[in-house]
């Protein structure tokens, strides 16, 4: 499985879906139909649901987050493992009613959460990941969805390939589509939808763009960057600024909620896919070709450890004991939240980004 990431960044000139869960998908890139707003009607009987697999927490991951003190994270094949011991044991969800490979995973808070895939799929959980049911399918828009984020309890965003997005309004039972800028004829992809500690919703896409929300989704803007590759990822910082990162290591950070953009030293080229600020304010990123950075002044400056094994990583989690937990190629794998010990645990390469 070494080589499908590397597949999606060189393909060319069809575009790649450029979002750290797209690195591995394999798309039909068609665009996405018109959805009508419906609640999911999918036929219970014809339903396929994610089978027991001992290899669940080995296999490709591409989204992780926290369910409460609870880890989740899910994957291809539809599986969904979760940990309450720190990360050390993963335990693979009862129910989930779905095959396909999820992309995204969001948590309105220890109960219930949400997760989005291919065939443009949204899952419910009320059980912290345990038992899902189907919220949203559509599987005739061959959108995936690359980001589920809720306001909150009652108002979500599903958004994915080719600008899909779908809003609920009321806690995932009816969806619509939408025009993420209205009369926006855009059809890049969306990759991760967040909300920086203010408030502010921000959308992190292809082609440099950010869209930016200040009043709860209602209406964005997008907001130039000076940047012309992809972004994959955002992660917004207890200091009330935010980064966003993606292709060839390039990481901007926002110290304006949002409204403007400069590119910081990230100390590599490797893309980027996913990131977490920890307990204790060590900023981690995590990408393609093994790259794990550790900043210790809040994101201006980044530190490489390169994972030995080379494989490609999209989240990360803080975990029990001085860990982190990464998610990408192998599925989940634990090394420590400090660069140093990292280094001499499960890199062989030590860059430092100043």
Request: net charge negative.
């Amino acid at each position: 499985m070494s080589s499908i990431f590397s597949q999606f960044i060189s393909r060319s000139p069809i575009r790649a879906v450029a979002s750290a869960a797209a690195l591995v998908l394999t798309l039909a890139l068609v665009p996405a139909a018109h959805a009508e707003d419906t609640a999911a009607t999918a036929d219970q009987n014809k339903v396929e649901y994610s089978t027991p697999s001992a290899l669940a927490s080995k296999d490709l991951l591409l989204s992780a987050t926290m369910a409460g003190k609870r880890l989740v994270a899910v994957g291809q094949f539809g599986h969904v493992i979760y940990s309450d011991d720190g990360g050390a044991t993963w335990v693979q969800a009862k129910s989930v009613p779905t095959q396909v490979t999820l992309t995204s995973v969001y948590f309105v808070n220890d109960k219930i959460g949400y997760a989005g895939g291919h065939d443009s799929t949204v899952l419910r959980t009320d059980d912290g990941g345990e038992n899902w049911t189907l919220a949203y399918h559509n599987a005739e828009s061959q959108a995936p969805i690359m980001s589920v984020y809720f306001e909150n309890e009652n108002h979500g965003f599903a958004m994915g390939a080719f600008s899909f997005v779908i809003e609920t309004e009321d806690g995932g039972k009816n969806w619509h589509q939408r025009s993420l800028v209205e009369g926006s004829q855009e059809d890049s992809h969306l990759n991760k939808v967040f909300a920086t500690k203010q408030g502010t919703i921000l959308v992190a896409a292809e082609f440099g763009k950010v869209y930016r929300s200040t009043d709860q989704g209602k209406t964005f803007s997008e907001i130039a960057t000076g940047y012309e590759g992809s972004f994959w990822g955002g992660l917004a910082l207890n200091d009330g600024s935010a980064l966003i990162y993606g292709m060839r290591g390039n990481v901007y950070r926002t110290t304006d909620d949002g409204t403007t953009w400069a590119k910081i030293n990230s100390g590599t080229d490797k893309s980027i896919g996913g990131g977490i600020e920890l307990s204790n304010g060590t900023i981690v990123l995590v990408g393609l070709q093994g790259y794990v950075g550790y900043s210790t002044d809040d994101g201006l400056n980044f530190t490489e450890v390169t994972r030995a094994d080379r494989l490609g990583y999209v989240a990360v989690l803080q975990a029990a004991n001085d860990k982190i937990a990464v998610f990408g190629e192998p599925g989940v794998k634990l090394q420590p939240d400090d660069a140093t010990k990292a280094a001499d645990e499960v890199g062989f390469k030590f860059n430092t980004g100043s």
